[in-house]
Each structure stands twice: as C-alpha cells, then as structure tokens.
Nanobody, 125 residues
Framework: VQLQASGGGLVQAGGSLNLSCVAS????????VGWFRQVLGKEREFVAR????????RYVDSVKGRFTISRDYAKKAAYLQMGSLKPEDTAVYFC???????????????????WGQGTQVTVSS
C-alpha cells in the first residue's frame, strides 16, 4: 500500500488547510487511518485518527475543535480539515494506515504499518 499525502502549504494564523491522503491500491483494508506531525528535531506526534469503519475518531487535545478527520471509503482517502491554524501547528504532516489489529487505540506510531511521504504545513504569525 502506498499513501500519498497532499494539501500542505503556507497559511496565515487563523487560516485553514485541507490535507488529503489517498491509497494507491486496488483494495484498501485499513483498520484505521491516522495523521501525525513532526517538527524538525522533535518526535513525531499523533494528531488524529479515524477508524476505517467510521465508528470512532480521536484527536490530540491541542487540535480538538479545530481539526476534523474524515474518510471516503470509496475513494480510499482520508482527510484532515485544519482550521484556526496556529504557528505551533507548523510541521510536516504524515498520514498512516493501520492494517493490523491493535489492542491499543491507534494513536501510537507502532500501530501503523504504512506511511505517506509527508506534506509541509507552515503557519505564519
């Protein structure tokens, strides 16, 4: 499975961006799709995830109320709508797919086995 992330860019604080993550495979059987972000020199952190059957979403506290994760099963795509962006949201954003069962909540990197290449989001103050 290859994941293609796109939609990053430069935006002013308070603005919005919509990220997309598309799976390039005929079939896509993921248990969850997540978005993570990484600032240079820091650990990659969990941002949001959605269970592929749409039953549940989860967000890191810092983006709750501002970001919305969604998925389109037919298009094999997941999206991250980001609003009220802040300079501290600046990072490279990665989408990831988890195809294996986990006893966890799909918020850890090790629960994901396929990763996209990352898309840069820069929020200016």
């Amino acid at each position: 499975v290859q994941l293609q992330a796109s939609g990053g860019g430069l935006v002013q604080a308070g603005g919005s961006l919509n990220l997309s993550c598309v799976a390039s495979t005929h079939t896509f059987s993921a248990r969850a799709v997540g978005w993570f972000r990484q600032v240079l020199g820091k650990e990659r952190e969990f941002v949001a995830r959605i269970q592929w059957d749409g039953r549940g979403v989860r967000y890191v506290d810092s983006v709750k109320g501002r970001f919305t994760i969604s998925r389109d099963y037919a298009k094999k795509a997941a999206y991250l709508q980001m609003g009220s962006l802040k300079p501290e949201d600046t990072a490279v954003y990665f989408c990831a797919a988890a195809t294996k069962y986990s006893t966890g909540d799909y918020i850890l990197q090790r629960e994901y086995d396929f990763w996209g290449q990352g898309t840069q989001v820069t929020v200016s103050s």
